[in-house]
């Protein structure tokens, strides 16, 4: 059976990025099942063949790492954490690269970090590599860095769930396919026997991450809720998502045939542009703006700049040229953008009419906190 819009996202989808979890890519007790990964590198080939081009964005380094050592949970110091996983990113990248050479293809390497994709320039440098090894017919595949990262290693939101959403935006791919140990997002628990599998979401709202149930577990960092962020960041940019069990036979050929398979989350409004995706999508605020109603109501539905008199409150330190998040007055964030002004300036001006801020600062270099131009709704 074939679902005519899953077809025609798939259908449309000249560049994919996957990712693969590391219980999809590993055996119990964190061994790299070398087996799966024969079978999905057939189907890559397969993909690759069709006149698409594929990112993988692969976990498992860790897990690859803790199976060499025999270790049976995952540790927690944080220098150890990061011997393991460089020790399993080896394995990792030649279980790929040794199956991709049965059909004439290489595994490209990247490792990337939160650093990498919050500065403009090595982002932009990153997008470049990664649309020349493509261009050269190479498979990227990219892992956090987990041998040098710090706080992204510590944090169970900060996985490759995430990094896969900043990819899939980075190359502006039309399709992300997430493969998980889960068949995808279910109504209710997916220990229920009653629960099922949604086959479509329309929108990431609320009501969708209500349904999450993740379980802590000593091998995974991630769960379907980093999965629905995931898909939320790339949705909002104009993107689709599919969430699948990885583990089922011929998952990718069955995907991008179109198969009503796992979750398939629908991609909302227009596509954002490469700046935009940066700006509201990849790199995390570094303060808060609180607004009144008012400027709430000109930012998300009359296509405003934000204004000195419609903030209430500043949170956090930044400078100009930072991104931060604008929230409503319960603290829901509607938007992202980059400030005119330092924090200083803004608690200095925040409420003031535009006609005063020179009378404050002693100069008015720009009427707009954040201007439109550089602001992504993202409500």
Not at 64 to 82: E, F, H, I
Not at 118 to 140: D, I, M, Q, S
Not at 272 to 284: C, D, E, F, Q
Not at 330 to 339: C, D, H, I, P, Q
Request: glycine content about 10%; overall charge neutral.
């Amino acid at each position: 059976m074939v679902d005519l819009v899953r077809q025609e996202i798939a259908a449309g989808a000249s560049v994919i990025v996957i990712k693969v979890g590391t219980r999809v890519i590993t055996r119990q007790g964190g061994i790299l099942d070398t087996e799966w990964i024969d079978h999905f590198c057939e189907q890559l080939n397969d993909v690759i063949s069709s006149g698409r081009k594929v990112v993988v964005v692969s976990s498992g380094a860790v897990g690859a790492g803790m199976g060499r050592l025999g270790l049976k949970q995952r540790p927690t110091d944080l220098a150890m954490l990061q011997a393991v996983a460089a020790i399993g990113q080896s394995a990792l990248i030649e279980a790929y690269e040794r199956s991709l050479t049965r059909f004439g293809r290489h595994a490209a390497q990247i490792l990337l970090t939160a650093e990498d994709v919050e500065n403009r320039v090595r982002y932009l440098n990153a997008r470049n590599t990664l649309v020349t090894l493509l261009n050269l017919g190479a498979v990227p595949i990219i892992n956090e860095n987990d041998t040098v990262s710090v706080e992204e290693l510590q944090l169970t939101f900060g996985d490759n769930d995430r990094l896969a959403a900043i990819v899939t935006n980075l190359i502006q791919a039309p399709l992300l396919i997430l493969l998980s140990d889960v068949a995808g997002v279910y109504d209710g628990d997916p220990a229920e026997p009653t629960s099922r599998v949604i086959p479509t979401i329309e929108k990431v709202d609320r009501s969708v991450f209500d349904l999450v149930r993740d379980k802590v577990t000593g091998l995974t960092r991630g769960g379907m809720a980093s999965k629905l962020e995931a898909a939320r960041q790339t949705t909002l940019a104009g993107g689709s998502v599919i969430i699948a069990r990885g583990k089922e036979p011929n998952i990718l050929r069955r995907i991008l045939a179109g198969e009503p398979v796992g979750t398939l989350i629908l991609a909302q409004g227009g596509v954002l542009g490469a700046r935009k995706r940066w700006i509201g999508l990849t790199v995390k605020p570094r303060g808060k703006l609180i607004l009144d109603a008012g400027a709430c109501q000109a930012v998300l539905h009359a296509g405003r700049s934000l204004l000195p008199a419609g903030i209430v409150d500043v949170q956090g330190e930044f400078h100009k040229g930072d991104v931060v998040a604008l929230c409503d007055l319960e603290g829901r964030e509607l938007a992202r953008g980059l400030t005119n002004y330092s924090a200083e300036e803004v608690r200095k001006i925040r409420g003031l009419k535009t006609s005063e801020i020179t009378r404050v600062l002693g100069q008015c270099p720009y009427q707009e906190v954040v201007h439109r131009d550089n602001m992504v709704v993202v409500n």
